[in-house]
């Protein structure tokens, strides 16, 4: 199995540790997401040091502003680093609204272009407010006038059932975490049924979103077993089967 969303630098346990552990779970690729300048530098650190993994550095957009030409110039360098194969996260939070919105979106925009110019597929952030889809509706607005040949994965993929057809049908990929364990998430386990097989993902978001089995503890990349396994049952196949989906589709988008 593999973890395409993870935090290291985040996470309460040393690197070392953390890869150990996802090791023994029989996690064999790990994606650790910078949030901005400094824990980019630390994941790229963390990919040198551990051969399992491999880093998506960009600017989230919790942490949108202040974002320049200057910001962005730092990233697109930072993404010829052999270790780096994606760009993000990034997108639109408007649950938290803790960057204006304004340099949420500009500083998506910006991302946008680096994923094209770089030719790496490009990490999604996107959250609402309850009973709201204003960001989802921004979200995909702007991916689909901006991001047109770009590979797009849809991080912790929150999308209800009746909109994941809009993502699937643009090729965009589905990525689901741990809160697709809990018990009442029907829809999110629903939306993780309908997504096709080649466009299909698990993560942890280490050291968030702690699976069922574990929640309310400090999340880490051996988890995604516990995310996998019910997306498998859910999806009525072998986990075996959804793992192989999995990393045959994480080898393709991070060349990995």
């Avoid at 779970?25 to 980019?40: C, F, H, P, Q, W």
């Amino acid at each position: 199995m593999v973890d395409t969303h993870a935090h290291l630098g985040v996470c309460e346990p040393a690197d070392g540790e953390l890869v150990a552990n996802a090791r023994r779970a029989g996690v064999r690729r790990i994606l650790t997401v910078g949030l901005d300048e400094a824990s980019n530098r630390e994941a790229i650190a963390a990919a040198e040091a551990h051969e399992e993994v491999f880093v998506s550095v960009g600017r989230h957009p919790n942490s949108a502003a202040g974002f320049d030409e200057g910001a962005a110039a730092d990233i697109e360098e930072l993404a010829a680093h052999g270790r780096v194969r994606a760009i993000g996260e990034t997108g639109l939070d408007y649950y938290r609204d803790s960057s204006p919105r304004e340099a949420q979106h500009e500083a998506f925009a910006g991302q946008i272009g680096i994923a094209r110019r770089t030719g790496l597929p490009l990490v999604i952030h996107m959250r609402d407010q309850t009973g709201v889809q204003d960001a989802l509706d921004d979200t995909f607005a702007k991916l689909a006038t901006e991001a047109d040949g770009v590979t797009v994965i849809l991080h912790c993929c929150s999308v209800p059932p009746d909109r994941v057809g809009e993502a699937t049908e643009r090729g965009w990929y589905c990525s689901f975490a741990g809160n697709v364990t809990f018990p009442k998430s029907d829809d999110l386990r629903e939306t993780a049924r309908l997504v096709p097989d080649e466009l299909l993902l698990v993560e942890t978001d280490s050291p968030f979103l702690a699976p069922q089995p574990v929640r309310g503890k400090p999340n880490q990349p051996a988890n995604v077993v516990d995310v996998a396994e019910v997306v498998a049952e859910e999806r009525g196949i072998a986990y075996a089967q959804l793992e192989r989906t999995v990393e045959a589709n994480a080898e393709r988008i991070f060349r990995w």
